[in-house]
């Protein structure tokens, strides 16, 4: 596999999966592996992808370090997942093969030589752009030598008085077992001679909760580089901003955590382990209980990667190794000292010019407070109402509940609820609804990887104060986004629905593009009750009049409008699919989308992340057509468009094409239907098919090949359209 193009940034290919053949001469069968890109290559294709984010010299400078910090935090998650899923199937001798035909083993083989050009690329843009330029914009991250007489009094005050306390030294000897080493944690090992000259092994973990960067207020004398005068007063007129990191401050005190004893070596190494910790709902009586001490095991979990810096000595790795239970391939050896996901402590830095322009979204002039109509129920009474996050403010979404939850004529609220986040508005006012006596049921999916500590406690505060909350159904997570108000209006129940393709979290909100419809459509209305019985109750619904819910029609439905495409191009009437999606795996969809094709229908996959399907392959995918869209913010909404010979059915949701989704998840599917909204649909989409900007096209290879107009003017226009893009 070769490493990417590096010829110019107009002109850009990412790396082909590792197992890549290229296209078959001969028309394959349908089911052939040469026709399917392996997931996690396809997943670490994407990584790539996000790490040219950080090579691009158009993205502000500490843009790039949030970049090169998000391939960091996702790799981490891969291995702690995808990974770990991996070792588990090869520990049980496990030969079963994906649709692509690797084994378990070939992948975890194709992984580890992807991870290591990853991650030799990633260090070679921190290095050799990012860190010399973060220097000429005055913000200095120095080591420990480097400081002045000065600056070091400084940092070792801030050591002994905030640092120190916090430290626990833990040794390794015949009367200290090996350490636990946490997961996702940055730790010294450090080797020390004792006054009888025999060396030990100890490790430091260093405290994530305090700054990873600690500022450093003291300048050093000035010291221009010329003798005239203007030198010497541009070098005094600089102001520049001074760090060091804290895993550094505490390597050069480490004295004091061990008196008496001479420090020989220390060195900075980072453990993953395995936290895909699976719940045993059938054996749990208390799914709240067993999803707590599921995410307590996951701190116990397997080491799955052993991360140290290349300098590091054999003797120490050793040591980790055997005593961590990890082998060879386990070890990934780089030119740092830090993960790359600690790099958001740089991101973070409050520098506005290093970073893109304030945002500040719109509110549509329906829901508008400032507007005379600031009654949302009012205005979803009139007509939908669509809102394009983050281009459009999640505000109305929260005014909507805060409203619902203080109006005497509401009767009651119900939502899910997957990844809220911490400190919620939307849980405040499902909180206030309860106080106002609302009748208030909420669906808190513990499951949601990752965020389970925040949904328990969330599930518990609103327990307390007298909510019907459920913690999802067997077998399944609840990843639909909805809420239900009902209300009295006169002698009469009207229902108000918000439907989205976003989690009902106001921080990511303006982060991801998602979509959401304000609606009472009484349909709509009617199947969205449906749902919730379905999710509190019993119900062997399977009828719903205009929503697609996995796992009960969802994959049955998108099957059927897809054949209609097929119907109507094998009649002589063009058919176009627009799928905007975050992950295309399902082998079933792809080998039906592969038939479209065949068939001459249209087919334009607008697919941020994964994806196994080839395009470009003759007699099979040459109609389909592949992009993948980075950028500012995270493209996280997901749009199913249908022709339907030009009377077309577009929907929106929270369901990928996955096997996850499709069938072991509580996946919402919404019909848009107004013809405003539908044409605001077709407009955006349009204007992502046609991205010029941030899109990389796939190859049917498996590479991507990045579309940029070289021209600076429409450069300059197309990053300000990608801002002002709304729908």
Not at 110 to 139: H, R
Not at 289 to 312: I, K, P, S, Y
Not at 506 to 533: Q, S, W
Not at 536 to 544: D, V
């Given at each position: 596999?070769?490493?990417p193009?590096q010829?110019?940034?107009?002109?850009r290919?990412s790396?082909?999966?590792?197992?890549?053949d290229?296209?078959?001469c001969a028309t394959p069968?349908l089911s052939?592996a040469?026709l399917f890109?392996?997931?996690?290559?396809?997943?670490l294709a994407?990584q790539?992808r996000?790490?040219?984010e950080?090579?691009d010299?158009?993205?502000?400078l500490l843009?790039?370090?949030?970049?090169?910090?998000?391939?960091?935090?996702?790799?981490?998650?891969?291995?702690?997942?995808?990974?770990?899923g991996?070792?588990?199937q090869i520990?049980?001798?496990s030969?079963v093969?994906?649709?692509?035909?690797?084994?378990?083993?070939?992948?975890?083989?194709?992984?580890?030589?992807?991870?290591?050009k990853?991650?030799?690329?990633a260090?070679e843009i921190?290095?050799?752009?990012?860190?010399?330029a973060?220097?000429?914009a005055d913000?200095?991250?120095?080591d420990y030598p480097?400081l002045?007489?000065e600056?070091?009094?400084?940092?070792?005050?801030?050591?002994?008085?905030?640092i120190?306390?916090?430290?626990?030294?833990?040794?390794f000897d015949p009367?200290?077992p090996?350490?636990h080493?946490?997961?996702?944690s940055?730790?010294?090992a450090v080797?020390?001679?004792?006054?009888?000259?025999e060396?030990?092994?100890?490790?430091?973990?260093i405290p994530?909760?305090?700054?990873q960067?600690?500022?450093?207020?003291?300048?050093?004398?000035?010291?221009?580089?010329?003798?005239?005068?203007?030198?010497?007063a541009?070098a005094?007129?600089?102001?520049p901003?001074y760090?060091?990191?804290?895993d550094?401050?505490?390597?050069?005190?480490?004295?004091?955590?061990?008196?008496?004893?001479?420090?020989?070596d220390?060195?900075?190494f980072?453990v993953t382990?395995d936290?895909?910790?699976?719940?045993q709902?059938w054996e749990?009586?208390d799914?709240?209980e067993a999803t707590?001490?599921g995410?307590r095991?996951?701190r116990?979990?397997d080491?799955?990667?052993?991360?140290?810096?290349n300098g590091m000595?054999a003797?120490?790795?050793?040591?980790l190794m055997s005593?961590?239970?990890?082998e060879s391939?386990?070890?990934?050896?780089?030119?740092?000292?830090?993960?790359?996901?600690?790099l958001?402590?740089?991101?973070?830095?409050?520098?506005?010019?290093?970073?893109f322009p304030?945002?500040?979204?719109?509110?549509?002039?329906?829901?508008n407070?400032?507007?005379?109509?600031s009654?949302?129920?009012a205005?979803?009474?009139?007509r939908?109402?669509?809102?394009?996050?983050?281009?459009?403010?999640?505000q109305?979404?929260?005014n909507f509940?805060?409203?619902?939850?203080?109006?005497?004529n509401?009767?009651?609220?119900?939502?899910?609820?997957y990844?809220v986040?911490?400190?919620?508005?939307?849980v405040?006012?499902l909180l206030?609804a309860i106080e106002?006596?609302k009748?208030?049921?909420v669906?808190?999916?513990?499951k949601?990887r990752?965020?389970?500590?925040s949904?328990?406690?969330?599930?518990?505060?609103?327990?307390?104060e007298?909510?019907?909350?459920?913690y999802?159904?067997?077998?399944l997570?609840?990843h639909?986004k909805?809420?239900?108000v009902v209300?009295k209006?006169g002698?009469?129940?009207k229902?108000?629905?918000h439907?989205?393709t976003g989690n009902y979290?106001?921080?990511?909100?303006h982060?991801?593009?998602?979509?959401?419809?304000?609606?009472c459509?009484?349909?709509?209305?009617?199947?969205v009750t449906?749902?919730?019985?379905?999710?509190?109750?019993y119900s062997a619904k399977?009828?719903?009049?205009?929503?697609m819910v996995a796992?009960i029609?969802l994959?049955e439905n998108?099957?059927?409008?897809?054949?209609?495409?097929?119907e109507h191009?094998?009649?002589g009437?063009?058919?176009h699919?627009?799928?905007?999606?975050n992950a295309?795996?399902?082998?079933q969809?792809?080998?039906l989308?592969?038939?479209?094709?065949?068939a001459?229908v249209?087919?334009d996959l607008l697919?941020?992340?994964i994806?196994?399907?080839r395009?470009g392959?003759?007699?099979?995918?040459?109609?389909?057509r592949v992009?993948?869209?980075?950028?500012?913010f995270l493209?996280?909404?997901?749009?199913?468009f249908?022709?339907?010979?030009?009377?077309?059915?577009i929907?929106?949701?929270?369901a990928?094409?996955?096997?996850?989704?499709?069938?072991r998840?509580?996946?919402?599917?919404?019909p848009?239907?107004d013809?405003?909204?539908a044409?605001?649909?077709?407009e955006?989409?349009?204007a992502?098919?046609?991205?010029?900007?941030?899109?990389?096209?796939?190859?049917?290879?498996?590479?991507y090949?990045l579309?940029r107009s070289?021209?600076p003017?429409?450069?300059?226009?197309?990053?300000q359209?990608?801002?002002?893009?709304?729908v």
């Amino acid at each position: 596999m070769s490493r990417p193009n590096q010829q110019n940034r107009d002109g850009r290919k990412s790396r082909v999966p590792a197992h890549a053949d290229g296209p078959a001469c001969a028309t394959p069968a349908l089911s052939d592996a040469k026709l399917f890109i392996n997931r996690e290559l396809a997943q670490l294709a994407f990584q790539c992808r996000v790490l040219e984010e950080a090579r691009d010299v158009h993205t502000p400078l500490l843009e790039r370090f949030k970049f090169l910090s998000i391939v960091g935090s996702n790799l981490e998650e891969f291995f702690m997942v995808r990974v770990a899923g991996l070792k588990r199937q090869i520990e049980s001798n496990s030969f079963v093969t994906g649709p692509d035909g690797l084994t378990p083993r070939e992948q975890l083989d194709a992984i580890n030589s992807e991870v290591v050009k990853l991650l030799g690329d990633a260090q070679e843009i921190l290095f050799t752009s990012l860190m010399p330029a973060l220097k000429q914009a005055d913000i200095v991250i120095l080591d420990y030598p480097e400081l002045s007489a000065e600056q070091k009094v400084e940092v070792d005050d801030y050591f002994l008085q905030t640092i120190f306390p916090v430290l626990t030294p833990l040794a390794f000897d015949p009367g200290h077992p090996f350490p636990h080493i946490s997961n996702l944690s940055l730790n010294l090992a450090v080797l020390i001679r004792d006054p009888r000259g025999e060396e030990r092994f100890a490790r430091v973990k260093i405290p994530d909760t305090l700054n990873q960067l600690v500022a450093i207020t003291i300048a050093p004398p000035v010291t221009p580089s010329g003798t005239d005068a203007q030198s010497a007063a541009a070098a005094a007129a600089r102001k520049p901003v001074y760090y060091i990191w804290l895993d550094e401050l505490v390597r050069a005190n480490l004295e004091a955590l061990f008196p008496g004893m001479t420090i020989l070596d220390a060195h900075t190494f980072h453990v993953t382990r395995d936290a895909d910790v699976e719940i045993q709902e059938w054996e749990a009586d208390d799914l709240l209980e067993a999803t707590e001490e599921g995410v307590r095991l996951r701190r116990f979990g397997d080491v799955v990667r052993l991360q140290v810096n290349n300098g590091m000595p054999a003797d120490i790795v050793e040591i980790l190794m055997s005593n961590l239970q990890v082998e060879s391939y386990d070890v990934y050896l780089v030119e740092s000292q830090r993960p790359l996901s600690i790099l958001k402590a740089i991101a973070a830095i409050d520098r506005h010019d290093l970073k893109f322009p304030a945002f500040v979204p719109a509110i549509p002039i329906e829901l508008n407070p400032d507007e005379q109509e600031s009654d949302s129920f009012a205005a979803i009474s009139k007509r939908d109402i669509m809102l394009h996050h983050p281009y459009e403010s999640f505000q109305p979404v929260v005014n909507f509940l805060n409203l619902a939850a203080k109006d005497p004529n509401v009767l009651a609220i119900k939502m899910t609820l997957y990844r809220v986040g911490k400190n919620s508005p939307v849980v405040e006012a499902l909180l206030k609804a309860i106080e106002n006596r609302k009748q208030v049921a909420v669906l808190v999916e513990l499951k949601a990887r990752f965020d389970e500590e925040s949904n328990i406690e969330w599930a518990r505060a609103l327990e307390r104060e007298g909510a019907h909350v459920v913690y999802g159904l067997l077998g399944l997570k609840i990843h639909g986004k909805v809420a239900l108000v009902v209300r009295k209006e006169g002698d009469k129940i009207k229902r108000y629905v918000h439907l989205g393709t976003g989690n009902y979290n106001a921080v990511t909100a303006h982060l991801y593009t998602d979509i959401g419809l304000f609606t009472c459509d009484e349909k709509i209305g009617a199947d969205v009750t449906d749902l919730f019985n379905y999710l509190t109750g019993y119900s062997a619904k399977r009828n719903y009049r205009k929503l697609m819910v996995a796992p009960i029609n969802l994959r049955e439905n998108l099957e059927k409008l897809i054949k209609r495409e097929i119907e109507h191009q094998q009649a002589g009437r063009q058919g176009h699919i627009i799928l905007k999606i975050n992950a295309l795996v399902d082998e079933q969809l792809i080998q039906l989308l592969y038939e479209a094709s065949r068939a001459g229908v249209k087919i334009d996959l607008l697919v941020r992340g994964i994806c196994c399907l080839r395009p470009g392959i003759a007699g099979v995918s040459e109609n389909i057509r592949v992009i993948s869209i980075l950028g500012r913010f995270l493209e996280h909404s997901r749009v199913y468009f249908f022709n339907n010979d030009g009377k077309p059915d577009i929907y929106c949701g929270s369901a990928d094409l996955m096997p996850r989704n499709l069938d072991r998840r509580v996946e919402v599917l919404f019909p848009i239907e107004d013809a405003r909204l539908a044409r605001q649909i077709r407009e955006a989409l349009s204007a992502y098919v046609n991205e010029r900007f941030n899109a990389w096209q796939m190859q049917p290879d498996g590479s991507y090949n990045l579309i940029r107009s070289a021209h600076p003017e429409v450069l300059e226009q197309a990053a300000q359209a990608q801002v002002a893009r709304t729908v």
